[in-house]
């Protein structure tokens, strides 16, 4: 390894890589769950609090390997404090470990879930937040070690970039935006808008941001295109990005109480949302058209493709349902779930996937490696993706018109139309995951065995 700190980043990747693999898995649980509740030996509520929860730790850890990767090469120098990173890596590790079986055991046994020191001990209860008091101050404490670990890397250094600028930026706004969420308020509607904070602005916002700075590294790596050029686009995408989705939570605002404004607010600044995740479309197919000369075609296939998908899922699928006039009919229904499933694997999924291969190759002392395994990887994932949003999409439009245009209830929505829908989820769900299977052994065999791959095979 060019620098001892990418072990850290490659620490990260692995367990990211891992917990994918399981947060898949129990997807797929939840999926069957639809048809057959007591398929599992514990119920759908802990299902889908371990597959969402998991999807969150996953993609932060992977984040956060990438971050490592990036900060030394950027400025040219070892961490400021590799023990400090390795405490913060197991650390992090065993609080997730701890917490999911935590979640099993009140699967289990749901008395277990005790009040200690004023506060639950296996979980919370707030939907996509649910992990305990005691996790989330070391999950905060992970954030801080994480910033002040970076950040201290990059004052050392003698120049701060404008890629490590907008990545420490990034790490300030994930460090401050994860807090919201540690609070409660006597008032509903204000516990519901200071939730919305770790919800949105945590993913859409902070997230968003370390992702256009890993977006420019990447091309900038991958293609030698000028430093100036990526990084002033690079500004461009995520001032459009806070511009856009700072107010665009606005959306979520509509129907928990909050003043009247914010159907104006939200309304506007959703549809603008879409604009920053063309731009960086048009960012990344301009420069790789410029500049096909790199070796590594598959982390270039990969980085343009995250670009696409990120405008498909998180841009132009959320727009369509988040408007006033539309949101009043589908909000909660499964047309926001399809939202969320390409929204992810667009933003952030692929992303580290790409990070994946433009840098583990590397930290492996290899330049070349075997790519077909990473196409198939692909292609098996990113097609089961887009029929499981078709299929969920579609089941929320029947569920919508079923439910809030002729009255019926959930239950008998449910039991009436959806068990097709539901079937083709699971299928789909089962090709996902040998996608996801193909990447993680892929991911280990990477630089460690004899590169046979033709041409023609690395475009397979």
């Known amino acids: 390894m060019k620098y001892k700190s990418h072990k850290i980043a490659m620490n990260f990747f692995t367990f990211a890589v891992l917990l994918f693999l399981v947060q898949v898995i129990i997807g797929l649980v939840a999926a069957v769950q639809f048809i057959k509740p007591d398929f599992f030996f514990f119920a759908f509520n802990i299902s889908r609090t371990l597959h969402i929860n998991a999807l969150v730790v996953w993609l932060l850890c992977g984040l956060m390997g990438a971050t490592y990767?990036?900060?030394?090469?950027?400025?040219?120098?070892?961490?400021?404090?590799?023990?400090?990173?390795?405490?913060?890596?197991?650390?992090?590790?065993?609080?997730?470990?701890?917490?999911?079986?935590?979640?099993?055991i009140m699967g289990l046994f749901p008395q277990a879930n005790i009040t200690v020191f004023g506060t639950l001990l296996l979980n919370e209860g707030r939907e996509y937040i649910e992990a305990p008091r005691w996790a989330d101050i070391m999950i905060a404490v992970s954030a801080i070690l994480f910033l002040i670990n970076n950040a201290m890397t990059m004052?050392?250094?003698?120049?701060?970039?404008?890629?490590?600028?907008?990545?420490?930026?990034?790490?300030?706004?994930?460090?401050?935006?994860?807090?919201?969420?540690?609070?409660?308020?006597?008032?509903?509607?204000?516990?519901?808008?200071?939730?919305?904070?770790?919800?949105?602005?945590?993913?859409?916002?902070?997230?968003?941001?370390?992702?256009?700075?890993?977006?420019?590294?990447?091309?900038?790596?991958?293609?030698?295109?000028?430093?100036?050029?990526?990084?002033?686009?690079?500004?461009?995408?995520?001032?459009?990005?806070?511009?856009?989705?700072?107010?665009?939570?606005?959306?979520?605002?509509?129907?928990?109480?909050?003043?009247?404004?914010?159907?104006?607010?939200?309304?506007?600044?959703?549809?603008?949302?879409?604009?920053?995740?063309?731009?960086?479309?048009?960012?990344?197919?301009?420069?790789?058209?410029?500049?096909?000369?790199?070796?590594?075609?598959?982390g270039l296939f990969l980085a343009t493709a995250h670009a696409i998908f990120n405008f498909l899922g998180a841009g132009l699928w959320g727009v369509i349902h988040t408007l006033p006039s539309v949101n009043k009919w589908t909000h909660g229904t499964q047309i926001t779930t399809a939202h969320g499933h390409l929204a992810f694997y667009g933003a952030y999924v692929l992303l580290i996937i790409a990070m994946v291969y433009i840098t583990v190759p590397e930290?492996?002392?290899?330049?070349?490696?075997?790519?077909?395994?990473?196409?198939?990887?692909?292609?098996?994932?990113?097609?089961?993706?887009?029929?499981?949003?078709?299929?969920?999409?579609?089941?929320?439009?029947?569920?919508?018109?079923?439910?809030?245009?002729?009255?019926?209830?959930?239950?008998?929505?449910?039991?009436?139309?959806?068990t097709w829908f539901w079937i083709w989820r699971a299928v789909f769900g089962v090709t996902y995951i040998i996608g996801v299977c193909m990447f993680v052994y892929d991911f280990f065999k990477i630089g460690k065995e004899p590169v046979t791959a033709t041409l023609s095979e690395s475009k397979a």
């Open 69 to 104: 990767y990036v900060v030394p090469e950027e400025s040219g120098r070892e961490l400021w404090s590799i023990p400090l990173a390795q405490f913060q890596f197991w650390a992090t590790v065993v609080t997730v470990l701890v917490v999911v079986v935590g979640y099993i």
């Open 363 to 418: 930290m492996r002392g290899v330049k070349e490696y075997r790519m077909s395994r990473g196409y198939r990887s692909f292609w098996w994932q990113t097609v089961s993706m887009i029929m499981i949003v078709f299929i969920i999409t579609g089941a929320g439009m029947v569920q919508t018109y079923m439910e809030r245009l002729l009255g019926l209830d959930y239950v008998t929505v449910k039991n009436n139309f959806n």
């Open 155 to 298: 004052f050392k250094s003698k120049k701060i970039t404008g890629i490590m600028g907008t990545l420490l930026g990034g790490m300030l706004f994930l460090t401050l935006m994860y807090l919201p969420g540690m609070f409660y308020t006597s008032s509903m509607v204000k516990d519901q808008y200071w939730w919305w904070w770790v919800v949105h602005l945590w993913v859409e916002g902070a997230w968003e941001v370390i992702a256009g700075a890993l977006l420019a590294f990447m091309l900038m790596k991958l293609t030698n295109a000028p430093r100036q050029m990526l990084e002033k686009w690079m500004y461009i995408e995520v001032a459009l990005v806070l511009f856009t989705g700072m107010l665009g939570i606005g959306h979520h605002y509509y129907w928990i109480g909050t003043p009247n404004y914010w159907l104006w607010v939200g309304g506007i600044f959703s549809s603008l949302e879409p604009i920053p995740l063309l731009v960086m479309v048009w960012d990344a197919l301009r420069v790789t058209k410029d500049t096909r000369s790199t070796t590594n075609k598959l």
